[in-house]
């Protein structure tokens, strides 16, 4: 429900008729400010902002004939105003109308973004408390390495994620700026106290300089600050295809009653919500390479950006929305396979202790290099042979000659692995 509500939400945002209706607040905010200088009478703005309106059917009427949204849809506004149009659009251009709407389109949809980041992060917190015990496996180079717990691991992703949203939010703080500068930016028929109560009105402030337009590298910015953010959650998604894969099975995604994997193979329960977010995520990095392009316009402005950002703003932003909603699904309803977990940690009899047996042995006194050898061997037979690490070291005359069978058995305590997890814990407050 909360999904399609912040979908529902985003989408409205960037329909085609609240561009318009964005387009309205910035022309009827406009009017405020000239009205509160005393420049047009009180009463027209009053006015203006209590019967200005359009249809969407009206302004594309008339853009068929005069090929000029903004135009059209002035032209259709004025309509509904009398003589009071003439105070609507006074010294302005298109653009203070396009870029200053646009900035208020983003900032509005940065709120539901930054209340999905929150979302995500209390329910990784949450699964977080759940594990910080649960012993796992950790992994480097796809091979199974050393003994962790699977909270830590959840505790890695709360970090990157936490950053992330941080790196959003001055990206949405920095493209928080519009402008009401009218032709190339001088300012030439408007005052600048104009474009400061407007910005202050529509909350943002104004850009330190326009060209007729918003330099475009903020926008460039933002869409990099959404791209990190799918790209992170690609990460989280690949790391669970990995851990349901049918020899791992330490993860799986939750399957609902009725749910179907295969339409060949009933056996199957696949991580299709996490691949779904994997692909997701090349669509919005994609997107970020076309705001990248997009700076550089030539001389004060063009609007080669336009049609490009018409496209890759409504869709990154209504993605990184779908994709922080599935992936909250997907933390909210995983299933933890403890037991597969513990299973893997002793795989070949536990040669993920390889290095506690190593430290163990040199401080008996042997070189790094003559311990590294004693165990790298025992280790590889085990693991080449489907043998048992532990038991070729208990076999090993090099290995008993200075440990004890007791010390042998400590190699393998797991617990050994985790006395400073709670410091791990305490830097996130968990």
């Known amino acids: 429900m909360i999904e399609r509500y912040s979908r529902e939400q985003m989408a409205k945002i960037w329909d085609l008729n609240s561009k318009f209706n964005y387009y309205l607040e910035v022309e009827l905010a406009v009017c405020d400010a000239y009205a509160q200088l005393g420049i047009i009478p009180k009463e027209a703005a009053g006015y203006i902002r209590e019967n200005a309106k359009f249809s969407l059917e009206r302004i594309d009427e008339i853009e068929k004939e005069v090929r000029h949204d903004v135009i059209a849809f002035l032209t259709c506004v004025n309509e509904s105003l009398g003589d009071y149009g003439r105070y609507v659009h006074m010294g302005m251009t298109s653009s203070d109308v396009i870029d200053t709407a646009f900035a208020v389109q983003i900032k509005d949809s940065a709120k539901i973004i930054v209340k999905d980041l929150e979302a995500v ?54 493209i928080r700026v519009g402008q009401i500068s009218g032709p190339v930016g001088t300012y030439s028929n408007i005052s600048p106290d104009i474009e400061k109560i407007t910005c202050e009105n529509l909350g943002l402030k104004p850009a330190r300089i326009s060209t007729q337009i918003i330099a475009r590298d903020y926008h460039a910015y933002f869409m990099q600050s959404l791209a990190l953010i799918a790209s992170v959650i690609e990460q989280f ?86 994709m922080l909603n599935r992936f909250n699904e997907i933390v909210e309803n995983i299933v933890v396979h403890k037991d597969n977990m513990l299973k893997n940690t002793n795989k070949s009899g536990g040669i993920v202790f390889s290095q ?38 208990q076999n090993d005359l090099d290995v008993t000659r200075l440990l004890t069978q007791e010390e042998i058995e400590n190699i393998f305590d797991k617990q050994a692995f985790l006395g400073h997890i709670e410091e791990i814990y305490s830097r996130f407050g968990i």
């Not at 550089?296 to 049609?307: T, Y």
């Not at 430290?359 to 489907?386: C, H, M, P």
Request: proline share 2%; with cysteine.
């Open 356 to 393: 506690k047996a190593l430290l163990t042995l040199v401080s008996k006194g042997l070189t790094r290099e003559e311990a590294y050898a004693i165990v790298q061997k025992n280790a590889l037979d085990a693991f080449q042979n489907n043998g048992d690490f532990k038991a070729n070291l």
């Open 237 to 322: 998604a690949t790391e669970i295809r990995h851990l349901q894969r049918t020899e791992v099975l330490e993860l799986e995604e939750g399957f609902k009653k009725g749910q179907k994997g295969s339409s060949a193979m009933p056996h199957k329960k696949n991580p299709v919500l996490s691949e779904n977010l994997c692909g997701l995520a090349r669509v919005v990095r994609a997107n970020s390479i076309a705001a990248l392009e997009n700076i550089p316009l030539w001389h004060e402005r063009d609007i080669s950006h336009s049609s490009a950002e018409r496209i890759i703003f409504p869709d990154s932003l209504t993605l990184i929305d779908f």
């Open 121 to 174: 992060l209390d329910t990784l917190k949450n699964l977080a408390k759940q594990h910080r015990e649960t012993v796992c496996i950790g992994r480097s180079h796809g091979i199974i390495a050393e003994v962790m717990t699977f909270g830590v691991k959840i505790c890695s992703w709360i970090d990157i994620l936490e950053r992330q949203k941080n790196n959003f939010e001055h990206a949405a703080e920095q």
